[in-house]
């Protein structure tokens, strides 16, 4: 098979092309999280889950930069990585709530 810069960018190493896959441990305590902190939008509760979904989602990105399947995850990674940072950084997160 020729190796061409689409399948650099978007296949695995068994050849299958990889744009999403089930979502592992960091990004089910993202969701989760995220999803709680509707339900527990102040107070304590809601603290701890921000850091929780925070501190998932940069694991997950983290994770995705350094070990994903292709360039396509790595790139995603780098830019959810950056975003994560940025929402920290502003003091807004994606769910519109003050995370500072």
């Known amino acids: 098979m ?9 296949r695995d190493s068994n050849g299958k092309i990889v744009l999403a896959q089930m979502p ?12 709680l902190k509707l339900i527990f ?14 501190g998932s989602l940069f ?3 983290w994770l995705e930069l350094f070990q994903g399947v292709n360039y396509f995850r790595r790139v995603l990674g780098f830019v959810v990585l950056i975003g994560v940072i940025a929402s920290r950084t502003v003091g807004i997160d994606a769910l519109g709530y003050n995370a500072l």
Request: glycine fraction near 6%.
């Open 2 to 10: 020729k190796n061409t810069l689409f399948d650099k960018i978007f």
């Open 41 to 54: 939008p102040t107070g304590g509760i809601s603290t701890v889950l921000d850091w929780l979904a925070f």
């Open 24 to 35: 592992n441990p960091p990004l089910i305590v993202w969701i989760a999280s995220s999803l």
């Open 59 to 61: 694991t997950w990105a």
